[in-house]
């Protein structure tokens, strides 16, 4: 176990009142603690009945204390949690006797940060801990609490066990090439490599999944002034959210709500009108359209169909759906009598619909999960929570595999292909910060028999 010198101490319940709050402490022998605070340390792992008194031996407060030694605790530390009425004065006060009897405040995290250290989490889950606090829907907190229990972590484990086993015969080879190793050959290490990122294709398509629920779906509303924009995001957020009125460039800044599809956090923006304008607000408006439309995972363009679209608006809309997935929505069919409906060519999704009336909003709720990449078959048991650095690794990995595809070909690239083996495990290896030796001799003389 690692130990820190310090005992740090905070408030473990949100602000504001409540029927209990809870004051935890973590550090190395809390015994001089417990004994100001409450008479005595209390019996590990039972709930006591107890008054909290201060430094003078002024009561503070009547509640159950807990006591959790090290190593058995969240921290990995000795833990103290006192657990009295939840008003703000109380808590400040129980805290400050807290810090008068030694202990200091502990920085944002630093519990869990702590439990890290001390290896009784792995980084996957110290950052699910934060995710499942920070969930917005229920499917989301139920990925963030399978990351918790250590699904992601052990599917990354295996991959980096799968690529140690390959790594392991190959520089064996390399540095004992005098050795026959039974079985190494070209073909031997294709397959392993081929299984290794099949397995590997699998779990970057889960985190994406993952992904999408942890940040949510950012969908952006652009096109012209006056096509219908705001009142389409009032339409998907059923609440009067923008302003809505006949004169074009009503909307002068970016206006977001967050909707609930499927369980999937979808962020909806909606956008001042694209064109040309002489406005000092709108001009600054549009620019932030265009920052939104760059940071989008999804674009929904709307067009009025009551009216025509010069092909000058229709190009200058045209350069922001390059390599962007996006909806096109045909608003306004209440004017020209037309039913609503959705239409997929290739990769071309169109919808008619009405953002007056609501006729064909429902098409588009179900169109925009599947155009921005959520796939409602992997959304199960088998997701997990992922982060952009998850992502990040797992295409570095992707890369370095795909490296050592073509170095496999040759047994004279095998130094490359090793090389390559050793970065995609340490990419692997940074998602849950347990992989920090680069040296694999060790392993290659606890497995193999060299040498005989």
Not at 99 to 122: H, V, W
Request: contains cysteine; glycine residues 8%.
């Amino acid at each position: 176990m690692l130990e820190r010198p310090d005992i740090i101490a905070a408030i473990a319940t949100p602000p504001g009142k409540g029927g209990v709050g809870i004051v935890r402490i973590s550090g190395k022998n809390l015994a001089p603690i417990a004994k100001t605070l409450l008479g005595e340390l209390p019996m590990p792992r039972y709930a006591q009945l107890t008054r909290f008194c201060d430094t003078r031996g002024e009561v503070i407060d009547e509640g159950i204390a807990l006591y959790f030694p090290a190593p058995h605790s969240y921290t990995g530390e000795d833990v103290l949690e006192l657990q009295g009425h939840g008003g703000p004065a109380i808590m400040n006060l129980l805290l400050g006797a807290c810090l008068d009897c030694g202990a200091r405040t502990a920085q944002p995290g630093e519990f869990t940060l702590r439990a890290f250290l001390n290896q009784k989490l792995d980084l996957v889950q110290a950052e699910s801990v934060a995710d499942i606090i920070e969930a917005s829907t229920s499917q989301a907190a139920r990925c963030a609490v399978r990351s918790l229990q250590g699904r992601f972590s052990k599917t990354i484990d295996r991959l980096v066990q799968s690529l140690i086993s390959l790594r392991m015969l190959v520089e064996a080879t390399l540095d004992f090439p005098e050795e026959e190793i039974e079985g190494l050959h070209n073909e031997a290490v294709n397959n392993q490599l081929n299984t290794i990122k099949t397995q590997l294709n699998g779990v970057l398509s889960s985190a994406h999944q993952g992904y999408l629920l942890q940040e949510g779906i950012r969908a952006v509303l652009v096109g012209e002034p006056n096509v219908g924009k705001s009142s389409l995001l009032n339409q998907l957020a059923e609440d009067d959210v923008a302003i809505v009125t006949e004169i074009p460039g009503t909307t002068r800044d970016s206006i977001q709500k967050t909707i609930t599809l499927a369980g999937v956090p979808v962020h909806i923006i909606d956008t001042a009108g694209l064109r040309e304008t002489s406005d000092i607000v709108e001009r600054k408006g549009i620019e932030r359209t265009q920052s939104a439309i760059k940071d989008a995972d999804i674009l929904i363009r709307l067009t009025d169909l009551s009216r025509d679209t010069s092909e000058k608006e229709d190009e200058a809309l045209r350069a922001f759906f390059i390599n962007k997935p996006h909806i096109n929505v045909f608003n306004k069919i209440d004017l020209i009598d037309q039913v609503p409906k959705a239409e997929t060519h290739e990769n071309t999704v169109n919808v008619y619909l009405s953002a007056k009336t609501g006729a064909g909003v429902e098409l588009l709720r179900e169109l925009i999960l599947h155009a921005a990449g959520w796939q409602t078959e992997q959304a199960g048991e088998g997701l997990f929570m992922a982060r952009q650095r998850h992502l990040e690794a797992l295409e570095h990995t992707q890369k370095h595999l795909n490296r050592a595809c073509v170095h496999s070909e040759n047994e004279a690239e095998w130094v490359l292909l090793a090389e390559e083996l050793r970065l995609a495990q340490d990419a692997l290896s940074s998602i849950t910060g347990r992989f920090t030796a680069d040296d694999l001799l060790g392993e290659i003389f606890s497995r193999f028999c060299i040498g005989k």
